[in-house]
């Protein structure tokens, strides 16, 4: 167990629909990453926050977004769903020292599908 | 940007022997490298990881070599296992950037 909770765990849903996606980092971890995996695909960065800001972005299209909120959490969101948008998508937690970052510890991943 | 480069894509081994993935990055700025395991359908998990300011890293069977010069940095696996079986990810970030991942290594060894 990472320690970072990811949900939902599975998601179906229809073209043109809405979802979000929720994560909760590790205590005491300020940054969250977000990831976007495609079936036999690498690890395709979307976004990262520290501490409620966003600290850096990725491909993310601009049907998605995302924020961290003040208790640290993160919601990603995803609108006008395409079939292509069909992923796994990982939420990672870091400690981030200075100007290190440190290891990102991944949740379990939210399985999107859509039909 | 960091850009990563990583190859093999695939690369099939015998039990007991050396596996060698390698990966290119662009960002002379990048100062740490992360290595990371993906077994099938599960979450992506460190494994090993070097900082710019060391060569070399070994923990048991695997070890990491980085060449700044060259912008380059490779995994060694040592007398590999089937439970080895997985894709390897490499990573590369500058400071409090984004963290880059290379496109993947899947790793089989058949015993």
């Known amino acids: 167990d990472s320690g970072v909770t990811q949900t939902p765990k599975h998601l179906i849903t229809a073209t043109g629909q809405r979802v979000t996606l929720r994560c909760s980092p590790r205590?005491?971890?300020?940054?969250v990453y977000w990831y976007q995996q495609s079936l036999d695909q690498g690890l395709q960065f979307l976004i990262q926050?520290?501490?409620?800001?966003?600290?850096a972005k990725g491909n993310i299209l601009e049907r998605f977004s995302a924020q961290q909120f003040p208790d640290l959490h993160s919601e990603l969101n995803l609108s006008s769903l395409e079939l292509g948008d069909s992923a796994l998508y990982f939420c990672?937690?870091?400690?981030?020292?200075?100007?290190?970052?440190?290891?990102?510890?991944f949740g379990e991943g939210s399985r999107l599908t859509v039909l | 940007g960091e850009n990563v480069e990583q190859h093999p894509s695939t690369l099939s081994v015998q039990e007991g022997d050396s596996a060698v993935i390698k990966c290119t990055y662009s960002?002379?700025?990048?100062?740490?490298f992360p290595w990371y395991k993906q077994e099938l359908g599960k979450r992506p998990q460190l494994i090993i990881d070097?900082?710019?300011?060391?060569g070399e890293k070994k923990d048991q069977r695997i070890a990491v070599t980085l060449n700044k010069t060259a912008k380059h940095f490779s995994l060694h696996i040592t007398e590999t296992q089937p439970e080895d079986s997985a894709v390897y990810f490499c990573?590369?970030?500058?400071?409090?950037?984004?963290?880059?991942f290379g496109t993947g290594t899947r790793l089989l060894v058949s015993p």
């Open positions: 990573a590369a970030i500058t400071g409090f950037q984004k963290l880059v």
């Open positions: 205590s005491g971890d300020l940054s």
């Open positions: 990672a937690s870091s400690v981030t020292r200075g100007a290190n970052t440190g290891e990102l510890f």
């Open positions: 070097i900082r710019s300011n060391v």
């Open positions: 926050y520290y501490n409620g800001e966003e600290r």
């Open positions: 960002d002379s700025a990048s100062n740490y």
